[in-house]
């Protein structure tokens, strides 16, 4: 299918992120830490369940994190914005904040290194998928928000 041809089956690409740390005992924490935790838990979930694709989705908050945003972490979730220390809690100006590169050092560089890792051991086996936030989302961290429906319709919330 991805030359042109038809495809054999519906490729199956669920979104593992939680699911794929827990049965071979990897802290959550470890897995949006650690890039090389990461691909080795996308991996061997991919291979075990058979997934067509592998992911570098971990949480929303990366590049909150490397803005500045202050976060919480926990063992066994995804870290969130501490909502008293939000970046842009009083509205400043968000021209104000410094935007950081995602090759610069920080959450979004792992995730970066964690896509690279996955497309050099299964990129040829497997569908590779990358994973930044859309600017809703970016916009309720650094507010302070979870996101949880801040972007959907009124409806979509009830």
């Known amino acids: 299918m991805l030359n042109g041809g038809a495809a054999d089956r519906v490729p199956f690409m669920p979104i593992t992120m939680m699911f794929a740390a827990d049965p071979i005992g990897v802290d959550y924490r470890q897995y949006v830490s650690d890039r090389r935790v990461m691909a080795e838990v996308q991996i061997r979930t991919a291979e075990e369940f058979g997934c067509d694709q592998v992911s570098a989705i971990s949480d929303p ?16 979730q995804p ?21 950081p590169g995602p090759l610069g050092g920080g959450r979004m560089h792992d995730r970066v290194r964690a896509t690279t890792l996955l497309r050099q051991r299964v990129g040829r086996e497997k569908v590779v998928e990358g994973w930044i936030e859309g600017p809703c989302n970016r916009g309720s961290n650094l507010r ?15």
């Open 79 to 99: 870290p969130s914005i501490q909502e008293g220390g939000a970046l842009l809690k009083e509205k400043r100006n968000p021209l104000g904040l410094k935007v």
């Open 144 to 158: 302070g928000r979870w996101t949880k429906g801040i972007c959907a319709s009124p409806a979509a919330g009830r």
């Open 61 to 76: 908050t990366r590049e909150a994190c490397d803005l500045g945003a202050p976060l919480a972490w926990f063992e066994d």
